[in-house]
Every structure is written in structure tokens, then in C-alpha cells.
């Protein structure tokens, strides 16, 4: 029993031994040049070390901020926060390069995920929107820096996503207002879309609703201006025909309710 113990002991200790020594063979040395700490942390990065390649990255940018190679460092830096989900500290380190290297080869790219990084901490439509304020100023910095940029068609894509979550936002609050029946509120909040989001997917809907209210306020000459307005603005829309229908019945009440002028002839 003794025999077997030991040899249960041996076979169990030697491969965590031989893991200790195969770890301290690997230690880092603290003496690395510059080229070498950098090429160890691509290494690390390449293996999606995301966590030992940001401490190399972070080293490098501390000890040789005026080398060559600082600019690169400090972006992928700012990468191992971003593939870590830290997107505060990430739209840090992006910020901070395009800062300290204006003249980077790394720009472009680190001005892109600078929003982008915003964009990931963007919240559903219902809570503050901070971060979507601050991705959409980001992405229009971009486009207005870097229109012939490959990454073009990507955030303008997604600067349309936060620009409808913004729209959806001020839309619910009209929306409440308007099945409370609140008109002369609703009416306030679709106006806001109109003219904040009139690019937003939630365009057609206010400028239907706008002129619900309207109707429903009996101002059916203001309801008749809306009605139009959405058949010229979204003439391909699902609710076009609605809409020229609803035209023609505020206008048929509206000739109803004008009171026929008096001809003065008919007084002399």
C-alpha cells in the first residue's frame, strides 16, 4: 500500500513540476530592447493574449514615448482594451493617441474605434444616451477627416443606428403623449423628430402622426399641410394612400366649417 502511495505521489507531483520549470524557463526578461519587448507583445496579441500583450503595449508606450514605434504601441494598446470589452479604457487610449502622434499612420484607424468603442457602450433607446451622443460626434469627425475611407460605408451604417435609437427616443415620448391623448405635447415631440431625425426611420411615422393630432385638434387646415407634406416627403411609404385619403376628408371639414363670406352686393 506504502509502494503504490508513492508512486501514486510521483506520478502526480512530476507534471507540475516540469509545468513550473517549463514557466520559469519562459520568464521575461527585464533587460529587453525595445524591438524585442514589441515583437513579444505582437506575439501575444497574434495569440489573443489580450491581457499579457496589453502590459508589454503599456510598458513600451511609459518607457520610449518619443521612439518609432511609440504610436504603435499606444493603438494597440487601446486594442487589447477594446478586445477585452473595456470600452471606457479603450476610447481612452484611442483619444490619447490621436492627441500625442497626430501624424500617425494609426490615426484613421484609432478615430474610427474611438466611436465605435462609444458605440458598444451605447444603452437601449430608453436610457441615457451619453455614449450615443458621443459615438455619433465621433463618426461624423471621421466621415468629415476620412470620407474616401474604407471604413465609410461601416460608420455611416452605424452612425444611422445611432441616430435611430436618438429618434426612437423622442418617438416614444410623442407617442406617449398621443394615446394619452395629449395632442398639443404629441404634437411637440413628433416636431422634434421631424426636425432633429428627418433622416431616421421614424421620419414617416411623426410626420403621419403630426397630422393626426392635428385632426383630432379639429385644426384641419394644419392636418391638410401635414397630410400633404407626408405624401411629398415619403411618396413610396406604405401609409401614402392613407394619408391622401385623410387629406381629402380634413379638407372636405375644413370647406364645412369656413362660414361662406357675405356678398356686399346683396346688402346694397
Not at 20 to 40: F, P
Not at 45 to 72: C, E, V
Not at 148 to 173: G, I, M
Not at 177 to 205: C, E, G, R, T
Request: hydrophobic letters at 35%; a positive charge; glycine letters at 2%.
Amino acid at each position: 500500500m506504502r509502494k503504490w502511495f508513492l508512486v501514486f505521489a510521483c506520478t502526480a507531483i512530476l507534471p507540475a513540476l516540469l509545468l513550473v520549470q517549463s514557466c520559469s524557463s519562459k520568464k521575461i526578461r527585464a533587460n529587453l530592447s525595445m524591438t524585442e519587448r514589441m515583437q513579444l507583445a505582437d506575439e501575444y496579441f497574434a495569440k489573443k493574449r489580450y491581457l499579457d500583450a496589453r502590459d508589454q503595449y503599456r510598458i513600451l508606450t511609459l518607457s520610449y514615448s518619443g521612439s518609432r514605434l511609440a504610436d504603435k504601441a499606444q493603438f494597440y494598446l487601446a486594442e487589447c482594451h477594446f478586445f477585452t470589452k473595456e470600452y471606457i479604457l479603450s476610447a481612452s487610449e484611442y483619444e490619447r493617441l490621436i492627441k500625442m502622434y497626430p501624424n500617425s499612420e494609426y490615426v484613421d484607424d484609432a478615430k474610427y474605434k474611438l466611436g465605435y468603442s462609444y458605440y458598444k457602450l451605447s444603452p437601449k433607446y430608453s436610457l441615457d444616451q451619453e455614449y450615443t451622443l458621443k459615438a455619433i460626434r465621433e463618426f461624423q469627425e471621421f466621415l468629415e477627416e476620412y470620407r474616401t475611407s474604407d471604413l465609410a460605408p461601416v460608420v455611416e451604417k452605424q452612425l444611422a443606428e445611432c441616430r435611430n435609437k436618438l429618434a426612437q427616443k423622442q418617438y416614444s415620448s410623442a407617442e406617449i403623449y398621443y394615446k394619452m391623448k395629449y395632442w398639443d405635447a404629441a404634437i411637440i415631440y413628433f416636431n422634434l423628430v421631424l426636425d432633429q431625425y428627418f433622416d431616421s426611420q421614424y421620419a414617416p411615422k411623426a410626420q403621419f402622426y403630426l397630422a393626426e393630432c392635428y385632426r383630432n385638434l379639429r385644426k384641419y387646415e394644419e392636418a391638410a399641410v401635414e397630410y400633404d407634406r407626408f405624401v411629398e416627403k415619403f411618396p413610396k411609404h406604405e401609409w401614402t394612400g392613407k394619408a391622401k385619403e385623410q387629406s381629402k376628408n380634413v379638407k372636405a371639414l375644413r370647406s364645412r366649417a369656413t362660414p361662406v363670406a357675405e356678398n356686399p352686393a346683396e346688402d346694397r
